[in-house]
């Protein structure tokens, strides 16, 4: 064949450290510059979520009725107080462990039972498909506050059970959105040519289905994590969350909506947290996604 | 060839496909797409499946190798019929009968390396042991179809239509397999490079004694690699013959006509064209006779109601179903 290159072993060998070097998750990563802000986004807010015993007096709950509603940087404290005179920079980094914990959890428990449910109701179809795709109909069907609502009276209060309550939720959407992808993928050639071979099921599924959805799934996980933080404040607000006081976004966000015309500073600060994960989770989502496909290569 | 045992048998092998109708309500109609197919295929021979858009050709090669099931007959590998058997029998039939898809683009999983699809067969069939002896494996594959070990970490979407089609070949021939159906290999690719992927094709096919099952539309390309053609016509096929005899002794009405809608290779040449009047006749729903009877100049009263089976007619291995021909083979004493 006259396509024999005139490259020698060791410069070919060169070429294809280099490729691997550059094809490298971390690398492809590392050059999208909106994915490293996306990152550091996050990275922060987990570090203030670690470190808050650190960076803060350690009291997110002790109450001082003399100083409440201080703006900020009023007597050393720099996002002020709320209602009652606690430090709301303290309240916001004790917060942050448990919203970023619950829109975590809620979107990794809704995520994978919703994609597991996807890719078997997408790739079996017929009878498994449609009573599977009935059964997440019928959760859709409940108003999402009425089935929280209903699952944390059976599972009781707590951070676990919020988690999971948020995350069950979610499954159908997951489903939903896993399902129409498979529909399209297995009929693609490219699985025609993994049966031809004898592929198993697993291997079909895991290998080549699963990869070729991962994009709309990541996509749809980074918007779920902004929707899993106000899910947990409007069940802590229905006092069915996270037992007051524990401070979490959400309710911290609540409660300054009460006062949002005196003391404005307390929804705005931690609507601004709020924003900002939501920001970082969304640009490094879709830096991930890129990094992934490997179509997408600057 | 035929002294050549045979690997592959088809017997009497049709499939159909239901058609929904148009509406909410609409009828079901059968499409018979292949329509009582008989063919032998011997162990190192190409054989060549020639016919229009539509024919079945591509059905028939899905078949062979499982992506449909048949609606009727058999086939058989080396004997053995390979419908109805046990999910780890067809996992071990697999290893034997191997495809070339059609569409070099969309047949590799965009997600996988260029190493990984074809490491992929050996893995799942294990063919090798340990990390080190696939990656050698891969890489023998990969120098043996053209290709270079700088392209091994690389994508699909970063190779042209002939280098992925070298892949494909790669991962067919990567376990060994003793069949190997072509499903139209080079009809996406440029002339130019059709002839390397061809000859690529041809080369292996000599070095492994492989079988070669070759779809193609494309006459030139079929009379270069085979050694016997068959001419399909709406899902059945109408003549058989050694590569060669196609040009020299066409017999079968459609298969003239084919053979004269050839440009002639000079402009002085005066050829005469024979057209086939009219469509293609649906193959949706049942049908009488001869396929070719609505459009064949010389159709007869018993086209229209008989369907005429393959026979040998003339000199060996050439086979024709036309009833023009049955005198002849009663006239030469078989």
């Known amino acids: 064949m006259a396509k024999v290159l005139l490259l020698d072993q060791q410069s070919q060998e060169e070429i294809l ?48 009725p003399i100083d409440a509603y201080l703006t900020f940087f009023e007597k050393g404290h720099i996002f002020g107080t709320d209602e009652f005179g606690r430090d709301l920079f303290t309240r916001i980094c004790y917060g942050a462990r448990v919203s970023l914990l619950v829109a975590a959890g809620a979107t990794i428990v809704g995520g994978i039972a919703g994609v597991l449910l996807g890719l078997l109701s997408g790739y079996m179809g017929g009878i498994v498909d449609a009573v599977v795709m009935r059964i997440m109909d019928g959760v859709l069907a409940f108003p999402f506050i009425l089935l929280s609502i209903v699952l944390m009276t059976v599972l009781g209060s707590g951070m676990i059970n919020v988690i999971l309550a948020i995350g069950i939720a979610e499954i159908p959407r997951f489903a939903r959105v896993v399902r129409g992808q498979v529909l399209v993928v297995k009929r693609e050639e490219y699985c025609n040519a993994g049966r031809v071979i004898g592929i198993s099921h697993l291997r079909m599924l895991f290998r080549h289905i699963l990869p070729n959805t991962i994009s709309e799934v990541i996509v749809y996980a980074t918007l779920n994590i902004a929707s899993a933080i106000i899910s947990e404040s409007a069940l802590s607000f229905l006092g069915l969350g996270i037992d007051l006081p524990t401070a979490s976004w959400g309710s911290i966000l609540r409660a300054g909506r009460n006062s949002l015309n005196t003391a404005p500073h307390i929804a705005t600060v ?16 879709d830096g991930i996604r890129d990094v992934l496909d490997p179509k997408m290569k600057k | 060839m035929s002294e050549n045992p045979i690997i592959l048998q088809i017997k009497n092998l049709s499939k159909d496909f239901e058609v929904k109708g148009k509406g909410l309500n609409g009828k079901k109609s059968v499409l018979h797409a292949l329509k009582d197919i008989s063919l032998d295929i011997r162990e190192g021979e190409v054989l060549g499946i020639i016919g229009e858009s539509g024919c079945g050709k591509s059905t028939l090669g899905r078949c062979l190798v499982g992506l449909h099931k048949p609606t009727g007959g058999d086939i058989f590998f080396e004997g053995k019929s390979i419908l109805n058997r046990s999910s780890k029998e067809r996992f071990e039939l697999c290893k034997n ?80 397999p003793k069949v190997v159906v072509c499903d139209e290999p080079v009809s996406a690719l440029d002339v130019s490079i059709q002839a390397q992927v061809i000859n690529l094709l041809k080369g292996l096919q000599k070095k492994y004694h492989l079988t070669y099952v070759f779809i193609s539309h494309d006459l030139s390309v079929v009379k270069y690699v085979s050694d016997r053609i068959a001419i399909m016509y709406l899902g059945q096929i109408v003549e058989l013959c050694n590569g060669g005899d196609i040009y020299k002794n066409p017999l079968h009405p459609y298969t003239k006509a084919l053979l004269s809608a050839i440009p002639p290779e000079s402009p002085e040449e005066n050829k005469e064209r024979i057209t086939l009047e009219g469509e293609i006749s649906s193959p949706i729903g049942d049908r009488e006779g001869c396929p070719l009877a609505g459009r064949c100049p010389e159709c007869m009263e018993r086209c229209k109601k008989e369907v005429p089976s393959l026979l040998q007619y003339g000199e060996a291995g050439h086979q024709v179903a036309c009833f023009l021909y049955e005198n002849g083979i009663a006239q030469g004493g078989k």
Not at chain 2, 136 to 143: A, G, N, T, W
Not at chain 2, 146 to 163: A, K, T, V
């Open chain 1, 17 to 64: 450290r280099k490729e691997r070097k550059a094809n490298n998750a971390w690398n492809k990563l590392k050059r999208n510059k909106t994915a490293v802000l996306g990152l550091a986004a996050v990275c922060f807010m987990i570090a203030i979520a670690v470190f808050a015993p650190f960076i803060t007096d350690g009291k997110p709950n002790e109450i001082h």
């Open chain 1, 270 to 285: 931690s609507g601004v947290f709020i924003l900002i994960t939501v920001i970082g989770f969304n640009l490094l989502g």
């Open chain 2, 97 to 176: 009968i191997q495809m070339v898809f059609q569409d070099p683009y969309s047949s590799l999983d965009p997600r996988h390396t260029a190493a990984d699809s074809v490491a992929e067969p050996m893995i799942v069939h294990k063919t090798v042991k340990g990390r080190q002896e696939l990656e050698h494996k891969v890489l023998e594959l990969f120098r043996q179809v053209g290709l270079d070990i700088q392209h091994m970490n690389r994508y699909p979407h970063e190779f042209s239509g002939g280098q992925r089609q070298r892949l494909n070949v790669a991962r067919a021939i990567s376990i060994q």
